[in-house]
């Protein structure tokens, strides 16, 4: 029973680190029905500026996150001017998607060739503080990423439901030429969109930091795991995304437990393939035409 | 893909012209290894005659049916380990092999195409990503039929063929671009018979290719499964020829890496990916001064075709020389 409450604890904890990478994918996907595969190298940057910030310039944990929030928001809003922008008037469904990948495989390399292939000990000094609760360990790093993400989904949460810009962004995600004639600019909500997206990568990328093996290419195994958990919760829909981005986390962890960790991927996609042929509008269908 | 690289309708089977390029290029995949007879460059010619059949397979599929299908990878791990595992665990005779690992490759696709009837565009590519993933990771965790990241070591290479022996970097060169040669000739075949403005009709709008009566679904299938078992024909020679087999050869980075090879290309036209294979083999190996650094020239490549040039080097090739017509015509 123990080992099932940790297990259950362990899986929360890493659910919503993959809520936070997979809300950006959604959001995206909302306002411009577009993927971006660069997104996993937001999270990888994400992780190393909060490395060297804690490394080399000698700040604190808790402001790294800050730092990796920060660099994530400049990252969004630079991929969306250069990329995703100039590629709107096309009107090509494909070809954003290819330059992402391109973007992607581009940073990855060039992060290759600065940081090298060697993998970073990033430990977090709260890793070693545990709390001990019902026969179960609980790191205050663990409390710590339940902290924030709760919270920062709830931020999001109450943004998209009560501001004026939120409403826009939700307007344009349903509509996007009717937005635009209530007088929305959906290039500005689509580049705030991209903002906050990034930004929830970056964060959730200093925070897996410690978790993952951190090399160039750790952002990768985060993405397709994203990738996986907005196609089970349904594409462009935030609570199916949080509640599969929870399932694949306690995945992972009973996984880990009763398998063996090799098999993680494999069940996460079987289980995408497995809604793709039974459900395809996912978990809570939302969308019902334009991939289905 | 539309604009991108509409091909010419042009169906006349074998004209005076085509047959002389076809001529052209024979005399070049003979000539290449008697010109570069280090074997450095040798086994890049190789790397180059492989990457051009992975290329042309995913073109089948990504330009001209209009699939975006980021499982390459995984097609060309499953023709791989398929052959090899046949000949070495086996005993099955290489070219049994090779066809086994045509056959299973072009199922594995076929098989995946199911989704794609179902889904299109962004799911399907993320669906494709998962196939790919779920290969890697059995390639890797099935430690018992695959030896896992350890690898499979002294894979042999294609037994002699009478004198020929395909230990001479030359004569495997010959054999593997041959097979190229004969995959880019058949695939032209299929693209200029009726099958060819089947699938663009698919690519440009599904819903009035099925209005006409065009089976999409059937179709998608037919051209996941040519496009997959190229990439198996790929993988049953790289075994041979590399002589070792360890699943990160077939990481999903490798299907990227393909893409960028069809879209620099030029999708939708089958001498693009040619080009953009070979361009993209070499072009990290003359560059190997810069280090890592290299790398990244897959990427932004990609990346700056997409955004300026999205017909990839057969637009610029085609601009050039209207603009060279043009100034000809204006000059006298």
Not at chain 1, 232 to 251: D, H, R, S, Y
Not at chain 2, 74 to 97: C, D, K
Request: proline share 4%.
């Amino acid at each position: 029973m123990t080992i099932v409450l940790q297990q259950v604890i362990n899986g929360v904890v890493l659910g919503s680190l993959y809520v936070l990478v997979a809300l950006g994918l959604t959001l995206v996907y909302g306002v411009l029905v577009q993927i971006n595969f660069a997104h996993a190298d937001v999270v990888t940057l994400g992780a190393f500026s909060a490395y060297f910030f804690i490394h080399g310039a000698g700040g604190g944990y808790v402001a790294s996150i800050a730092v990796a929030f920060a660099v994530g928001a400049a990252l969004g809003w630079l991929m969306n001017a250069a990329i995703f922008a100039p590629l709107r008037e096309r009107g090509n469904e494909l070809l954003p998607l290819i330059a992402t990948i391109g973007v992607s495989v581009m940073l990855e390399n060039a992060m290759l060739a600065v940081f090298g292939p060697i993998p970073y000990a990033f430990d977090s000094p709260l890793s070693n503080d545990v709390i001990r609760f019902a026969g179960t360990f609980i790191t205050l790093q663990n409390v710590l990423i339940i902290v924030v993400s709760v919270a920062t989904i709830a931020l999001l949460y109450a943004f998209m439901k009560f501001t004026f810009l939120g409403k826009a962004l939700r307007a344009v995600s349903q509509d996007r030429e009717t937005a635009g004639l209530v007088g929305i600019n959906p290039d500005q909500v689509v580049m705030m969109t991209f903002v906050i997206a990034s930004a929830l990568a970056g964060m959730a990328g200093a925070m897996l930091g410690p978790v993952l093996v951190l090399t160039p290419f750790a952002g990768t195994s985060v993405i397709v795991k994203a990738f996986a958990i907005v196609i089970i919760g349904g594409f462009g829909n935030v609570e199916g995304t949080i509640l599969a981005g929870l399932l694949v986390g306690l995945i992972e962890s009973f996984t880990t437990q009763y398998l063996e960790p090799g098999m993680i991927d494999i069940v996460v996609f079987a289980l995408l393939l497995l809604t793709l042929a039974l459900r395809p509008t996912g978990l809570i269908a939302e969308r019902r035409e334009e991939n289905v | 893909m539309s604009s991108a690289g509409a091909t010419d309708p042009r169906r006349a089977s074998f004209t005076p012209s085509r047959r002389v390029a076809y001529l052209l290029a024979a005399v070049a995949i003979a000539l290449l290894p008697l010109i570069f007879t280090g074997s450095y460059w040798r086994t890049n010619l190789i790397v180059c005659a492989l990457n051009v059949m992975l290329a042309i397979g995913l073109d089948f599929v990504l330009g001209y049916a209009g699939q975006l299908n980021l499982g390459q990878s995984a097609f060309y791990g499953i023709g791989a380990y398929a052959s090899t595992l046949l000949v070495m665990r086996l005993g099955v005779p290489f070219w049994l092999a090779f066809i086994a690992a045509v056959a299973l490759a072009g199922i594995a696709g076929a098989a995946l195409s199911v989704f794609a009837t179902r889904l299109r565009g962004h799911y399907l590519a993320i669906a494709s990503l998962g196939f790919a993933v779920i290969t890697y990771q059995i390639l890797v965790n099935w430690i018992s039929l695959t030896q896992g990241p350890l690898g499979i070591y002294a894979v042999p290479r294609p037994p002699t063929l009478g004198p020929i022996d395909f230990h001479d970097q030359r004569n495997l060169f010959y054999l593997v671009a041959g097979v190229a040669f004969l995959s880019y000739w058949l695939l032209d075949q299929l693209i200029r018979s009726p099958i060819g403005e089947t699938l663009t009709a698919i690519r440009e709008d599904e819903v009035s290719a099925a209005s006409l009566g065009i089976d999409c679904a059937a179709w998608k299938v037919f051209a996941f499964g040519v496009g997959s078992a190229a990439a198996g024909a790929a993988g049953a020679f790289y075994a041979g020829f590399v002589g070792t087999l360890v699943p990160d050869a077939f990481f999903i980075t490798e299907s990227f890496t393909i893409l960028a090879m069809v879209v620099v290309g030029g999708m939708g036209t089958l001498i693009g990916p040619v080009a953009g294979a070979i361009l993209l083999t070499i072009l990290p190996e003359v560059l190997r001064d810069i280090g890592d650094l290299r790398l990244v020239v897959y990427g932004l490549a990609l990346t700056l075709v997409v955004l300026f040039m999205p017909g990839g080097i057969v637009q610029a090739v085609r601009l050039a020389a209207a603009r060279l017509r043009r100034s000809a015509e204006t000059a006298p």
